[in-house]
């Protein structure tokens, strides 16, 4: 009987479980894609990744062809680092300095003619014009090392996040354009959850919120996303307004492009 007034007693005055709130549908997507394309057209030489393929920022992933540029390269360098005329017109200006100086003593002396101090005063500034030419060629010269060098580069297509490859478009020997995607890289860590909710809920919510969403291929497993982006702009046909989640994907296990659940 007492076992029975406690029962009767707990219904009336225990709480009941708080049940979770149904925010709304969702689906996860990648947090970005990027379109992978060459600068400057040429042949591939090498592929180095695939579809599945898992990539870091600053992996190698496309190699073009890149004979003639090495060439262009070893030529550049090789007139960057040529000093032989510039250390050649340096030498014949101290000489030509000091000859200078011997004549205008001599001169003062009056032992030798004006011209002849004339003359070397204009060898030695013809010397000082060649001099500043050869200067200016060799930085041209070091600037179109550089510029080589980094076509060099630019032969090289690397990986400017962390993803997995999606798609690829391109095998060796064909040819690269700057229109065409050669890959497609997703980023999987974190993933997104674009989700429209009522707009009852407008200001029930706000960034840095935590909400659990429910996978389609694992309902049963609640997962913790946090609120990153609300709509401030409201679609009156649904009567709902957009948010977006950002969910954590650290080793890549969840899956984009699936559909799901959200809910307090």
């Not at 062809?65 to 070893?74: E, G, H, K, P, T």
């Not at 080589?148 to 690397?158: C, D, I, S, W």
Request: aromatic share 4%; proline share 5%.
């Amino acid at each position: 009987m007492l076992r029975t007034l406690k029962a009767g007693a707990c219904l009336i005055l225990c709480p009941l479980p708080v049940l979770a709130l149904e925010v709304g549908s969702c689906i996860a997507v990648p947090s970005q894609v990027i379109d992978v394309s060459v600068e400057f057209p040429g042949l591939v030489e090498t592929v180095l990744v695939d579809r599945g393929s898992t990539v870091v920022e600053g992996d190698l992933l496309v190699k073009l062809r890149d004979s003639s540029i090495r060439a262009q390269v070893a030529l550049a360098a090789r007139r960057a680092e040529d000093l032989n005329q510039i250390n050649g017109v340096k030498a014949r200006i101290e000489v030509l300095e000091a000859q200078l100086v011997r004549v205008e003593s001599l001169y003062e002396r009056n032992l030798i003619a004006q011209r002849e101090v004339d003359r070397v005063d204009a060898e030695l500034l013809a010397l000082y014009q060649e001099r500043d030419r050869l200067f200016t060629e060799h930085d041209l010269a070091k600037i179109e090392h550089a510029r080589v060098q980094e076509l060099m580069t630019q032969r090289a297509v690397k990986s400017t996040i962390e993803g997995l490859v999606t798609a690829r478009n391109i095998d060796p020997g064909e040819y690269a354009s700057e229109q065409a995607p050669l890959l497609t890289i997703a980023a999987l860590d974190p993933l997104y959850v674009e989700i429209f909710v009522p707009q009852s809920m407008a200001g029930k919510l706000a960034i840095g919120d935590e909400v659990e969403v429910l996978l389609n291929t694992a309902p049963e497993t609640p997962l913790v996303a946090t609120v990153d982006v609300i709509d401030q702009v409201f679609d009156a046909a649904s009567a709902t307004f957009g948010m977006r989640l950002v969910l954590p994907n650290p080793d890549g296990a969840l899956p984009a492009g699936v559909r799901c659940r959200a809910r307090l």
